[in-house]
């Protein structure tokens, strides 16, 4: 079984920064790929950012310039750097990992999601 359990919410002041993290657990071989989503009250789960297991990124253009995603592939973990932080930015951010590659009990590949974690920016 594999859990994802992020870390680094709370509450921040606009311009301020937040540094979130992502700890994957269990018998993990390899992970294609490690996101950040968002949900923010009253609106659908959006994409903040994406890391390849080759360091690929993509970024939503709302965070581009403010936000940096990276992983730490030895310890199966995932950070994202919020700076310049908006109201706007308030949400509650999910991690996620696409393809991860299992060998205990099984051989399976399967995505996983964390329970989340709250932002919120004040003005």
């Known amino acids: 079984q594999v859990q994802l359990v992020e870390s680094g919410g709370g509450l921040v002041q606009a311009g301020g920064s937040l540094r979130l993290s992502c700890a994957a657990y269990?018998?993990?071989?390899?992970?294609?790929?490690m996101n950040w989503y968002r949900q923010a009250p009253g609106k659908q789960r959006e994409l903040v950012a994406g890391?390849?297991?080759?360091?690929?990124?993509n970024y939503a253009d709302s965070v581009k310039g403010r936000f940096t995603i990276s992983r730490d592939e030895a310890k199966n973990t995932l950070y994202l750097q919020m700076n310049s932080l908006k109201p706007e930015d308030t949400a509650v951010y999910y991690c996620?990992?696409?393809?991860?590659?299992?060998?205990?009990?099984?051989?399976?590949?399967?995505?996983?999601w964390g329970k989340g974690t709250l932002v919120t920016v004040s003005s």
């Open positions: 890391i390849s297991s080759g360091g690929s990124t």
């Open positions: 996620n990992a696409e393809g991860v590659h299992t060998l205990v009990p099984e051989r399976r590949v399967a995505d996983y």
């Open positions: 269990g018998s993990i071989f390899s992970i294609n790929f």
